[in-house]
Nanobody, 124 residues
Framework: QVQLVESGGGLVRSGGSLMLSCAPS????????VGWFRQAPGKEREFVAA????????LEADSVKGRFTVSRDNAKNTVYLQMNSLKPEDTAIYCC?????????????????WGQGTQVTVSS
């Protein structure tokens, strides 16, 4: 069982930046692909970005391309989501998810483990 812990959320003004981190509470992360998802109040969960286990391939939603970057440091057992040029519509709870497959996916139902999430609020 993998337990994921996110950190780095907070309140930021429009145009600002935040970096989220996701790490397992125990065990190694290196053989898992990891995705980031978000859910705003009253809306369905949506895919944000994902990275494969080798750190060679990433996926990003169209809404965040050019602004968000997903990366990982397997030596530190951590996956990051760098968020730049934040907009009020990026306000949501951001969760990371992991699956023990080489390739990343945008489909949330294919991830086996989920974190509790971290709140990101962008003020206008």
């Amino acid at each position: 069982q993998v337990q994921l812990v996110e950190s780095g959320g907070g309140l930021v003004r429009s145009g600002g930046s935040l970096m989220l981190s996701c790490a397992p509470s125990g065990g190694t992360f290196s053989s898992y692909s990891v995705g980031w998802f978000r859910q705003a109040p009253g809306k369905e969960r949506e895919f944000v970005a994902a990275i494969d286990w080798s750190n060679l391939s990433t996926l990003e939603a169209d809404s965040v391309k050019g602004r968000f970057t997903v990366s990982r440091d397997n030596a530190k057992n951590t996956v990051y989501l760098q968020m730049n040029s934040l907009k009020p519509e990026d306000t949501a709870i951001y969760c990371c998810a992991a699956r023990k497959y080489r390739t990343a996916t945008m489909k949330g139902e294919l991830y086996d483990y989920w974190g509790q999430g971290t709140q990101v609020t962008v003020s206008s």
